[in-house]
């Protein structure tokens, strides 16, 4: 397995936390709990973002009254990276030019990584530096 690059430690309990009891590590819970794990506020909300017992995301949170700019950003992405969602009439929202304007974007592109690995591995392969850094 390849090494993923986390935020701090929180964020790597989170992840493997999440998986452990989702008992599911695919590419879509992979990427999802990735990016829910980022930050403390998508951590302690993430009932109000994932439905456990039907094993789907929860876009509903989105308008929670916790949500900030970034964490809106940061829910925007790990629900489109789960299966493609948008907010219907907001979908210029979920654009990278949107998503990526906010400090969590170094991240993001792991939990792109996470979520199509297939499609991943040569930039490993061809720029290693890149993901080499703060592992």
């Keep these: 397995m390849e090494i993923i690059r986390f935020a701090d430690r929180e964020h790597k309990a989170f992840y493997n936390q ?3 009891k989702t008992r599911n590590r695919d590419a879509y819970h992979q990427a999802f709990f990735y990016a829910m794990g980022i930050c403390a506020e998508t951590r302690r909300n993430i009932y109000a ?3 456990f ?3 789907g995301i929860k ?5 929670a009254a916790w949500q900030t700019g970034g964490t ?8 489109n990276l789960w299966n493609g ?3 219907e009439g907001k ?12 400090g969590f974007a170094p991240y993001f592109f792991e939990a792109i990584r996470l979520r199509y690995p297939e499609y991943c591995r040569s930039l490993e392969r061809t720029a290693p530096h890149i993901f080499a850094k703060a592992r």
Aim: some cysteine; proline content about 5%.
């Design 59 to 63: 876009p509903e949170g989105l308008v």
């Design 85 to 87: 969602w948008t907010e």
């Design 18 to 20: 999440m998986l452990t």
């Design 53 to 55: 017992k039907e094993d």
């Design 49 to 51: 973002l994932f439905d």
């Design 72 to 79: 809106r950003r940061l829910c925007r992405l790990a629900f």
């Design 91 to 102: 979908e210029n929202r979920s654009t990278p030019y949107e998503l990526f304007d906010c």
